[in-house]
């Protein structure tokens, strides 16, 4: 965070730096990510998708930790949004270790990839858009919030797991979906 007794106009040059740098390392990061992807073959396409999602989920628990750290300092609402990114970093990493997996060509593991990848996207957005719209008010402990975030995720992990028809609606038969871009779509909106 930003020192409070800073006055508005070296805030704004301080938030103006972090905008820089942050915006220079997406432009920076899409770049390589472009220029990699393009030379590859197929095989190392899938190592490179691994390590973008990788990246994400990365950040998505940065996010968590960030908060986690600064819960004395924030709102009620800020902790929330972080029990949310760690629930999508919950589903994000399964996606990735199925995605990674449906390369043995074991079908069924493609589905828990598309199934997970799902699960992460709508938790993404679910998040996204309740910190948008109205900040939630829950006040809820560090540690009781931690434990109920993990139980979900792994309870919600454990249904998709066990009852495939529970995102039948979603799938079409060779895995993809049609949920996707507009999932896809509706994170980048809220963004």
């Given amino acids: 965070m930003i020192k409070t007794g800073l006055n508005a106009s070296a805030k704004f040059k301080s938030y103006i730096f972090l905008f820089s740098k942050c915006f220079s390392i997406i432009i920076l990061s899409c770049a390589a990510a472009i220029t990699l992807a393009s030379s590859l073959k ?14 994400c989920a990365f950040v998505q628990f940065m996010i968590f930790l960030g908060i986690w750290m600064n819960y004395h300092n924030n709102a009620p609402g800020y902790l929330v949004i972080g029990f949310g990114f760690l629930a999508v970093v919950v589903f994000n990493l399964q996606h990735i270790i199925y ?6 060509r ?39 919030g931690l434990l109920a975030t ?34 896809g779509l509706i994170t980048a909106f809220l963004l």
Wanted: hydrophobic content about 55%; glycine content about 4%; proline content about 4%.
């Fill in 106 to 144: 074991l079908f069924y593991f493609q589905n828990l990839s598309t199934r997970f990848m799902i699960l992460s996207e709508l938790a993404e957005s679910v998040v996204i858009a309740s910190f948008i719209f109205k900040e939630p008010q829950i006040a809820i402990g560090r540690w009781k």
């Fill in 42 to 55: 197929q095989p190392d396409q899938i190592y490179f998708y691994t390590a973008l999602e990788l990246f």
């Fill in 99 to 104: 995605y990674f997996a449906a390369f043995t």
């Fill in 150 to 183: 993990v139980l979900f995720s792994f309870l919600v992990s454990y249904a998709a797991f066990a009852f495939p028809r529970m995102i039948q609606e979603f799938l079409i038969s060779n895995g993809g979906t049609y949920a996707k871009p507009l999932l």
